[in-house]
């Protein structure tokens, strides 16, 4: 079983930066592709960032020059630097890998909150 524990998570104010990890356990053979949900309240999740095995990469149009999804396969981690950070940045982020065919792992996310 895989498993992921975010971490970095903070408050910043406007204009700052942080950077998330998240570290994988157990077996990553097969993972395809890992990426960065975030979800606040009243907000639907959203897909921030993801990155493939083959090392490509997706943001969301809100996070497009700002953040940056990178992977260290030695250290088995995932991480998204956040720059240029908004109020609207604010939500829990979560930590996500993908495994052929169809399956889906989580971890248990981390707060990011941005002060105005």
């Known amino acids: 079983q895989v498993q992921l524990v975010e971490s970095g998570g903070g408050l910043v104010q406007a204009g700052g930066s942080l950077r998330l990890s998240c570290a994988q356990s157990?077996?990553?053979?097969?993972?395809?592709?890992m990426g960065w949900y975030r979800q606040a309240p009243g907000k639907q999740r959203e897909l921030v960032a993801r990155?493939?095995?083959?090392?490509?990469?997706n943001y969301a149009d809100s996070v497009k020059g700002r953040f940056t999804i990178s992977r260290d396969n030695a250290k088995k981690t995932v991480y998204l630097q956040m720059n240029s950070l908004k109020p609207e940045d604010t939500a829990f982020y979560y930590c996500?890998?993908?495994?052929?065919?169809?399956?889906?792992?989580w971890g248990q996310g981390t707060q990011v909150t941005v002060s105005s």
């Open positions: 157990g077996v990553i053979a097969g993972i395809y592709a």
């Open positions: 990155i493939t095995s083959s090392g490509n990469t």
């Open positions: 996500t890998a993908n495994r052929l065919p169809l399956d889906v792992y």
